[in-house]
């Protein structure tokens, strides 16, 4: 089972920007090649959401609500994604994860703590 951990989350003004990492320090690189990722947020009083997915090969999707402004990235050598969020806006407050995705796409149920972001002026 791969354990991830989120980091990056803040304060931001809207317009803002940031990176978060979501690191598999404990997983070894051949297995981290092969894993399919999603990066989910959960407002207070929301459901969670897939917002940004890519797959082993590259393959990257994105909800609506963010496309132009997220841009997920994967650096293997450091078995670490990321997610980019420019342009943030108020409505991308949240509690942001990232987990691993079955080949159906289905999020596997070993949720970490996640990261807070914060948008507002």
Known sequence: QVRL???GGGLVQPG???RLSCAAP???LSVFWGINMGWYRQ???EQRELVAS???DGATNYADSVKGRFTISRDNSRKTFYLR???LKPED???YYCNTLNDSGRPSDNWGQGTQVAVSS
């Open 93 to 95: 407050t949240a509690v």
């Open 54 to 56: 890519m797959s082993s």
């Open 85 to 87: 969020m420019n342009d």
């Open 5 to 7: 951990v989120e980091s």
């Open 16 to 18: 803002g920007s940031l």
């Open 26 to 28: 404990r997983t070894i």
């Open 43 to 45: 407002a207070p009083g």
